[in-house]
Nanobody
Framework: QVQLVESGGGLVQAGGSLRLSCAASENIFSLNSMGWYRQAPGKQRRLVASITDGGDTNYVDSVKGRFSIDRDNAKNTVNLQMNSLKPEDTAVYYC???????????????WGQGTQVTVAS
């Protein structure tokens, strides 16, 4: 069981920046991909950005050019740099990790507890 702990959320004015960090309890080389999801009140949890063990990244269209995801293998963390924040970015942000068992091709998913990001207009 992989433990994921997020940090870095908070309140920021529109146009500001925040950096979220997710610390994993084990070597992130063991994880096929990691990413960030967000859930606004009354809405479904949706993918924001992801990064594979090979470094390939993926972003939802609404954050392209503003958010950047990276992973620090030495610190076992994945980070989300969020710039030019907008009120519609307000949500609880969840760290996510996926592992595939190569022998059985079984997928395992892990979630953090979430961190609140509030962007004031």
């Amino acid at each position: 069981q992989v433990q994921l702990v997020e940090s870095g959320g908070g309140l920021v004015q529109a146009g500001g920046s925040l950096r979220l960090s997710c610390a994993a309890s084990e070597n992130i080389f063991s994880l096929n991909s990691m990413g960030w999801y967000r859930q606004a009140p009354g809405k479904q949890r949706r993918l924001v950005a992801s990064i594979t063990d090979g470094g390939d990244t993926n972003y939802v269209d609404s954050v392209k050019g503003r958010f950047s995801i990276d992973r620090d293998n030495a610190k076992n963390t994945v980070n989300l740099q969020m710039n030019s924040l907008k009120p519609e970015d307000t949500a609880v942000y969840y760290c996510h990790a996926r592992r595939v068992d190569d022998a059985t091709m079984t997928e395992y998913f892990f979630w953090g507890q979430g961190t609140q990001v509030t962007v004031a207009s």
